[in-house]
T-cell receptor, first 110, second 115 residues
């Protein structure tokens, strides 16, 4: 069992829908990262959080430390949101490394 | 513009021919890292560096070397490339010395094919 698991693996939705991508982890963490990988391959950091909630534009990331679960939400989704979304966990004993989820491929249809 | 650059972006080579992929950042970041990304396996860390002359192995270091002689540069060296090193490679940097609790900035990627 992977220490960081994402669901779903693939998600197709219509433009305008509210999107939720989940990330569960089985280890204690010091921070949880969300990143976006564009269809062209480029990777961009979206959020890093260790508690609560962060918002940037139409993107919202939440984390529940007790439940070891984080979610990435996209409101009013748009085709340009189509990408792979990756979560990664930083653990106190990770020796300066992140534990990576496998990614969720999101397709938003017009 | 603050950025991480990688060169080359695409490379096709043959088994055994030494190659270097360069990585440079202009943000004065302490931490730099190399990843490879393969279908179904996600990102895997090859090597990382917390500062000049300080490097350490990641999860998949076999067949790779790195050096960090200057803060801005972190080249990835494949002394004798093999077909199983065909992959998409990313360099990343972050401000502090611990990459896991800082935002990471990624280069555009280098697609390497070893024949």
């Amino acid at each position: 069992k992977n220490e960081v698991e994402q669901s779903p693996q693939n998600l197709t939705a219509q433009e305008g829908e509210f999107i939720t991508i989940n990330c569960s982890y089985s280890v204690g963490i010091s921070a949880l990262h969300w990143l976006q990988q564009h269809p062209g391959g480029g990777i961009v950091s979206l959020f890093m959080l260790s508690s609560g909630k962060k918002k940037h534009g139409r993107l919202i990331a939440t984390i529940n430390i007790q439940e070891k679960h984080s979610s990435l939400h996209i409101t009013a989704s748009h085709p340009r949101d189509s990408a792979v979304y990756i979560c990664a966990a930083a653990t106190p004993d990770s020796n300066y490394q992140l534990i990576w989820g496998a990614g969720t491929k999101l397709i938003i249809k017009p | 513009e603050a950025q991480v650059t990688q060169n080359p972006r695409y490379l096709i080579t043959v088994t055994g021919k030494k190659l270097t992929v360069t990585c440079s950042q202009n943000m004065n970041h302490e931490y730099m890292s190399w990843y490879r990304q393969d279908p179904g396996l996600g990102l895997r860390q090859i090597y990382y560096s917390m500062n000049v002359e300080v490097t350490d192995k990641g999860d998949v270091p076999e067949g790779y070397k790195v050096s960090r002689k200057e803060k801005r540069n972190f080249p990835l060296i494949l002394e004798s490339p093999s077909p199983n090193q065909t992959s998409l490679y990313f360099c990343a940097s972050s401000p502090g010395t611990s990459g896991e609790t800082d935002t990471q900035y990624f280069g555009p990627g280098t697609r390497l094919t070893v024949l």
